[in-house]
C-alpha cells in the first residue's frame, strides 16, 4: 500500500513538477528556517541578551542587529510558508482538475454498451469523490518532503553531539514504520469500501431522483427514504471505522517522538551521572528530539491519506483504462445528399443475450423505411447500429458503401441524426435544447419545429424560443417533448435521419403530418422509422418485418398484409382489439334487453 501509495504520489510530481517545485522548496525554506531559529536564538542570547545583563546596559546597534536577524528568519519562514501552502493547493486542484477532464473525456469516448453497465451514481463517484480521494494526498505531501530537510539536518546533529543519544532515540523510527504498515494493511479494505458505498449512495440518491414521478404516484416516498437511509448508514458505519482507526493512528504518530524524547532523557541523565555528557548537552539534545516530532508528524499526514489515495485511484483507473472504445477511421461523409444504407449479415448480443441475427437489407438514398416487430425483436438496437452508438459482432452497416467504422470521429456525427424512443431535454431554453450549441439560426430552428409540428406550442410559450423547459423538460407534456426531441434531429439537415418510436406520445393525426412534413421539407434524408401504428406504417415506402432478431419479410405495407401472418396479425391487433370490445358492448346490451 505504501509503496503504490508513493507511486501515485510521484506521478503527481510528473503531472505537475514545477508547481510542485516551488511547494517541496517553499517547505525546505519553512524547515531550514525553523532549525536556523533555534541557532539565532542561541545566538542572540549568547552574544547580546548576556552580555547585556552583564554589563547592565545594551547598544541600539546590537539590539538593532538582533532583532533584524530575527525578523530576517521569521520573514524567510513566513516566505516558505506561503510557497508551501499555495504551491501544495494549486497542485492539488489543478491535479483534480486534469483527472475530472480525464475521466469525463474518457466517457464521451467509451461506447453505449459500456455506459449501459454502470450506474449513473457510480460514475458520477468516479468524476468527483474518487479524484479528490486520489490527490488528497498532495496538500501535505511537499510539506513532507520539504521537511526532510528538518528531518536530516536535526539527526546530523544529534549524531555529532552525542552519537549514543542519537541511536537511542532513533529506535522511534522502525516503530513508525512498523505502526505504518499495521495502519496500511487494517486501512485500505476499509477506504475500498468506503469509496464503493458512496458510489452506491449517489446511484441511490440518482435513481430515487430520476424516478421521482413514479415514486411519488406510487407513494413509494417511505420505501426509497429506507433504501437510502440503509446505503447512508452503511457509508456511515464504514467511516465511523476509517474514524477509529485512523482516530488511533494519530496519537500514536504523534506519541512516538514524545517517546523518544523519554528515552533520551533517561539514558542521557545516566551518560550525565557518569560524566559522559553535561546538563547543557543534554539540554540540547532533548530539543533537538523535540524537532523531529513536526516532520514526523507531516510525514504522518501523508502516510495517513495513502490508502485512501490508492483506493481511489484504483477507481478512476478502471474507467480510464476501460475496454470498448470504438475505433475509427479517416473516411468523411462528404455531400448534402441523403444517404444510401446498406446492412449486411448483422448480429448484435448484449453478454449472452443474442438480440440480432444476421439482419441484411438496404435502404435507397431518400427513401422511408419503416422498421416493425413485436417487443423484444431488436428494432431499438437496430436503430443505435444504424447510426453507430455501438458497434456489431459481426456483420457491417453500410453509409453510400463504406462502413461506418471507417468515418473519421465526428464525421458521422454530422450526417445522421437520431431521434430516440426516450426523449431527454435539458435545462435549457427551446432554442439551446434544439440547437445544442450547433451553429443553427433561428430561421432554421423554427423551419425544424414546424416539420415536427412544434412551432404553434412554442410560439405560444411565454418567450417562445427563449422559454426555458425545465430538468428534463418538466414543464412540457410528453407529446411536446417528443417533437423538441425531433426538431432537434432534424435542425441538423441530416443525410440518414432514424426514428426510433420517436412520435409514440403524439396523437395519430399529429404523427402523419410530422411525417408528410418530412417528406416535403426541403432537407432531403434517407428516413428509417421504427413504427407500430398502421397508418404511419403505411405512409412508408417499405417495410423490414423483424421478429426474434431476423428479418423476417420486407416489401410494402399491403404486401406484407398479403403474405405474411406475423405482419398482419401485429399490425391489425388493435383494429382486431377494438371489434372484439365493440361487438363485446354490442352483446351486452342485446342481452340487457327485455323480451
Given at each position: 500500500m505504501i509503496r503504490r501509495g508513493l507511486g501515485i504520489l510521484w506521478i503527481a510530481v510528473k503531472e505537475e513538477p514545477k508547481v510542485f517545485a516551488v511547494a517541496a522548496l517553499g517547505s525546505a525554506v519553512f524547515a531550514g528556517m525553523t532549525i536556523a531559529q533555534a541557532y539565532v536564538f542561541g545566538h542572540v542570547t549568547s552574544t547580546v541578551i548576556e552580555p547585556s545583563i552583564r554589563r547592565g546596559d545594551a547598544t541600539t546597534a546590537t539590539l538593532a542587529g538582533a532583532v533584524l536577524l530575527v525578523m530576517g528568519v521569521a520573514m524567510l519562514k513566513v516566505i516558505g510558508i506561503l510557497g508551501r501552502r499555495l504551491g501544495a493547493g494549486?497542485?492539488?486542484?489543478?491535479?483534480?482538475?486534469t483527472y475530472r477532464r480525464?475521466?469525463?473525456?474518457?466517457?464521451?469516448?467509451?461506447?453505449?454498451?459500456?455506459?449501459?453497465?454502470?450506474?449513473?451514481?457510480?460514475?458520477?463517484?468516479?468524476?468527483?469523490?474518487?479524484?479528490?480521494?486520489?490527490?488528497?494526498?498532495?496538500?501535505?505531501?511537499?510539506?513532507?518532503?520539504?521537511?526532510?530537510?528538518?528531518?536530516v539536518g536535526t539527526l546530523t546533529l544529534l549524531v555529532f553531539t552525542d552519537p549514543v543519544l542519537a541511536v537511542v532515540g532513533s529506535v522511534i523510527?522502525?516503530?513508525?514504520?512498523?505502526?505504518?504498515?499495521?495502519?496500511?494493511?487494517?486501512?485500505?479494505?476499509?477506504?475500498?469500501?468506503?469509496?464503493?458505498?458512496r458510489g452506491e449512495v449517489s446511484s441511490v440518491a440518482h435513481e430515487s431522483f430520476d424516478g421521482a414521478l413514479v415514486v411519488k404516484t406510487l407513494g413509494r416516498e417511505g420505501s426509497e427514504t429506507e433504501r437510502f437511509t440503509a446505503a447512508a448508514r452503511e457509508l456511515r458505519d464504514t467511516l465511523v471505522q476509517?474514524?477509529?482507526?485512523?482516530?488511533?493512528?494519530?496519537?500514536?504518530?504523534?506519541?512516538?517522538?514524545?517517546?523518544?524524547?523519554?528515552?533520551?532523557?533517561v539514558v542521557g541523565s545516566s551518560r550525565v551521572g557518569s560524566g559522559h555528557l553535561d546538563s547543557g548537552t543534554l539540554v540540547r539534545v532533548a530539543y533537538l528530539f523535540t524537532l523531529l516530532a513536526f516532520p514526523v508528524r507531516a510525514i504522518g499526514w501523508v502516510l495517513n491519506e495513502l490508502p485512501r489515495s490508492v483506493v481511489g485511484y484504483d477507481r478512476v483507473q478502471r474507467v480510464l483504462t476501460a475496454e470498448g472504445q470504438q475505433v475509427f477511421g479517416t473516411a468523411q461523409a462528404a455531400g448534402d445528399a441523403p444517404v444510401g444504407l446498406a446492412v449486411h449479415a448483422l448480429s448484435f448480443a448484449y453478454g449472452d443475450d443474442r438480440v440480432l441475427e444476421d439482419v441484411t437489407f438496404d435502404?435507397?438514398?431518400?427513401?422511408?423505411?419503416?422498421?416493425?416487430?413485436?417487443?423484444?425483436?431488436?428494432?431499438?438496437?437496430?436503430?443505435?447500429?444504424?447510426?453507430?452508438?455501438v458497434d456489431p459482432q459481426t456483420g457491417a452497416v453500410l453509409h453510400d458503401g463504406t462502413d461506418v467504422r471507417q468515418f473519421a470521429p465526428g464525421a458521422l456525427a454530422g450526417a445522421v441524426a437520431l431521434a430516440p424512443q426516450t426523449t431527454f431535454l435539458f435545462d435549457d431554453s427551446v432554442r439551446g435544447n434544439v440547437t445544442l450549441g450547433a451553429d443553427i439560426t433561428d430561421e432554421q430552428?423554427?423551419?425544424?419545429?414546424?416539420?415536427?409540428?412544434?412551432?404553434?406550442?412554442?410560439a405560444a410559450l411565454p418567450k417562445g424560443l427563449d422559454t426555458v423547459v425545465g430538468e428534463r423538460g418538466t414543464t412540457l407534456s410528453g407529446g411536446q417533448r417528443q417533437r423538441l426531441a425531433l426538431a432537434r434531429a432534424v435542425a441538423r439537415s441530416p443525410r440518414l435521419l432514424v426514428l426510433d418510436d420517436a412520435t409514440s406520445s403524439v396523437d395519430p393525426s399529429v404523427e402523419q403530418r410530422i411525417?408528410?412534413?418530412?417528406?416535403?421539407?426541403?432537407?432531403?434524408?434517407?428516413?428509417?422509422?421504427?413504427?407500430?401504428?398502421?397508418?404511419?406504417?403505411?405512409?412508408?415506402?417499405?417495410?423490414?418485418?423483424?421478429?426474434?432478431?431476423?428479418?423476417?419479410?420486407?416489401?410494402?405495407?399491403?404486401?406484407?398484409?398479403?403474405?405474411?401472418?406475423?405482419?398482419?396479425?401485429?399490425?391489425?391487433?388493435?383494429?382486431?382489439?377494438?371489434?372484439?370490445?365493440?361487438?363485446?358492448?354490442?352483446g351486452d346490451e342485446l342481452a340487457g334487453e327485455p323480451a
Open positions: 494549486v497542485m492539488q486542484y489543478r491535479l483534480q482538475a480525464r475521466v469525463t473525456r474518457r466517457y464521451l469516448e467509451l461506447p453505449l454498451e459500456w455506459h449501459q453497465q454502470h450506474p449513473t451514481g457510480e460514475l458520477l463517484s468516479n468524476a468527483n469523490s474518487d479524484v479528490e480521494a486520489t490527490w488528497y494526498p498532495i496538500a501535505p505531501f511537499p510539506f513532507a518532503v520539504g521537511v526532510v530537510i528538518m528531518l523510527f522502525p516503530a513508525i514504520a512498523v505502526l505504518t504498515v499495521i495502519y496500511s494493511n487494517r486501512m485500505s479494505p476499509l477506504m475500498t469500501r468506503a469509496q464503493q458505498l476509517v474514524g477509529r482507526v485512523r482516530g488511533l493512528f494519530d496519537p500514536l504518530m504523534e506519541a512516538l517522538p514524545v517517546i523518544g524524547v523519554l528515552l533520551v532523557l435502404v435507397a438514398p431518400g427513401r422511408t423505411v419503416a422498421v416493425v416487430g413485436p417487443t423484444g425483436s431488436g428494432k431499438s438496437t437496430l436503430a443505435s447500429l444504424l447510426v453507430r452508438l430552428v423554427w423551419a425544424a419545429l414546424r416539420v415536427a409540428q412544434a412551432e404553434g406550442f412554442v411525417l408528410a412534413g418530412l417528406r416535403g421539407s426541403s432537407t432531403e434524408s434517407t428516413v428509417v422509422v421504427v413504427a407500430y401504428r398502421r397508418a404511419t406504417i403505411a405512409l412508408a415506402d417499405e417495410v423490414v418485418f423483424v421478429d426474434q432478431g431476423r428479418v423476417v419479410d420486407r416489401g410494402s405495407h399491403t404486401e406484407l398484409v398479403g403474405r405474411c401472418d406475423g405482419y398482419r396479425d401485429l399490425v391489425t391487433a388493435y383494429e382486431r382489439a377494438e371489434v372484439e370490445r365493440a361487438a363485446e358492448h354490442a
